[in-house]
């Protein structure tokens, strides 16, 4: 069980996963506007592509791509820098050697010599950006790319017909949650991350699976309902899935006011289940329809 759910936990902070064939995308409706909701995935191989046509269409007639966050941006480009140098290292005299438990410092040294990387170059880094970098590793050597991922396309698409891009969330607002200081937390995002390496191209293959058949109920159950009931990761997910999801909703009702029409791309973990976006929207009176 430990293993499992921190393989579901690697994917869902990597890269949340989306589903089709009835495709992961949602429209919702209001009197003045039509927001499409699309689940994401960031990492993605290329037999992802190209797209159905329904979610091409409905990229289309959408006046605004609405993403989680631009990366590409010049502002959160210097956004990541700084958050690195500030959040992401530990200050003179601090290594993970001396934060980290005995038992979760072995496993990651089993682990990069098992990869061939030298330890000594994670040293310096926190936690959490030693789980993104040996996740991101990972999913790199299992032939997953972040530039064939669903935001990126849309993100290629939208500067090249210069279509307006707003983002739901900002790069600070998302290495604060993950660089929360608090030791126990941070060794528990990194020791899960190390537990279920051996598992991730499994997982990967079965959400990749339940994508591409359009089943978002397996999908819940193989992916959030694992972290849900896990009481060690409670905080994790509260902080990572459902006060973000309310906080995405919000802006989303507030698209919804207005007179044009969006397109969002999203996390897929995000999208789907109670308290999901696309359920807190129904929840509101919202008309929803799965595409």
Known sequence: MFKRTGSILIVFLIFALPLDAKSLLYQVSSPSSTVYILGSIHLAKPELYPLRSVIEESYNKSDVLVVEVDAESSESMIAMQNAMKTL???????????????????????F?????????TLEPMRPWV??????????LRLGYAPELGIDKHFLDRAKVERKAIVALETIEEQMTLLS?????YQEKLLRY?????????????RLFTSWKNGDAEAMEKMFLLPMQNDADLKDIYDDLV???NYKMAEKIMAYLGSDRDYFVVVGAGH?????GI???LATQGYDVLQK
């Open 193 to 205: 991350t190390l537990a279920s390496m051996d598992e991730m191209e499994t997982m990967l293959n």
């Open 88 to 110: 992401g290292t530990y200050p003179k005299g601090r290594t993970l050697r001396s934060e980290l438990s005995e038992t979760t410092y072995r496993a990651l040294r089993s």
């Open 271 to 275: 999208v789907v289940g109670k308290k």
């Open 180 to 184: 929360r200081e608090d030791r126990a």
């Open 130 to 139: 030693v789980m993104m970098q040996l996740s991101m590793t990972e999913m």
């Open 278 to 280: 696309v359920d807190l």
């Open 112 to 120: 990069t010599r098992k990869r061939g990387i030298p330890l000594e």
């Open 242 to 244: 459902t006060r973000r």
